[in-house]
T-cell receptor
Framework: AQKITQTQPGMFVQEKEAVTLDCTYD???????LFWYKQPSSGEMIFLIY??????QNATEGRYSLNFQKARKSANLVISASQLGDSAMYFC????????????FGQGTRLTINP | SAVISQKPSRDICQRGTSLTIQCQVD?????MFWYRQQPGQSLTLIAT?????????ESGFVIDKFPISRPNLTFSTLTVSNMSPEDSSIYLC?????????FGPGTRLTVL
């Protein structure tokens, strides 16, 4: 079974609009972490935001927020006031357990911001 | 955050040859991770490298094909051996710091 599912292969959004990228996960470990990364065409993986399974509040980092719904096992990324530079691939990833552990990635969503 | 550098940033190689990719971190870390991203695909973990012990490989990856060295706590290398066109990918190293995993800029490998 897929541990991380991103159901949107591609998204097209008008500049300045907000956009939500979907991510659902599957784990039986009570301790886990959820990540979002941005990958522009250069190939680098840029860390955006992190949510721990025990965090009481949704994570926020500037224009990025994570809509964490634990019971539904979803961790959607919300980008407010989208910009042309937001066009990229976005990956959701999960780490199970505590400490330094490997990440399991979803298939990604290609976001295109239209002017 | 973590400052991670990789060399080379990209290379074009002939089939049957080998390429060694270097990963340097700005401070000591216990574990370093090596991922592969094939064209149009997501990232897949190749192996986890601990200093002072053998690397731990994921299913589908073997040491003979992807030997890893970890001579100290800030450096690691990944070798892609006896390359074929199917090895054309982006190879990325990463480290964990304060609950967050940071990636190097990646090595874009093309095998002809």
């Amino acid at each position: 079974a897929q541990k991380i599912t991103q159901t949107q292969p591609g998204m097209f959004v008008q500049e300045k609009e907000a956009v939500t990228l979907d991510c659902t996960y599957d784990t039986s470990d009570p301790s886990y972490g959820l990540f979002w990364y941005k990958q522009p065409s250069s190939g680098e993986m840029i860390f955006l935001i992190y949510q721990g399974s025990y965090d009481q509040q949704n994570a926020t980092e500037g224009r990025y927020s994570l809509n964490f719904q634990k019971a539904r096992k979803s961790a959607n990324l919300v980008i407010s006031a989208s910009q042309l530079g937001d066009s990229a691939m976005y990956f959701c990833a999960m780490r199970e357990g505590q400490g330094a552990q490997k990440l399991v990635f979803g298939q990604g969503t290609r976001l295109t911001i239209n002017p | 955050s973590a400052v991670i550098s990789q060399k080379p940033s990209r290379d074009i190689c002939q089939r049957g040859t080998s390429l060694t990719i270097q990963c340097q971190v700005d401070s000591q870390v216990t574990m370093m991770f090596w991922y592969r991203q094939q064209p149009g695909q997501s990232l897949t973990l190749i192996a986890t490298a601990n200093q002072g012990s053998e690397a731990t490989y994921e299913s589908g990856f073997v040491i003979d094909k992807f030997p890893i060295s970890r001579p100290n706590l800030t450096f690691s290398t990944l070798t892609v051996s006896n390359m074929s066109p199917e090895d054309s990918s982006i190879y990325l190293c990463s480290v964990d710091r304060l609950d967050t995993q940071y990636f190097g800029p990646g090595t874009r490998l093309t095998v002809l």
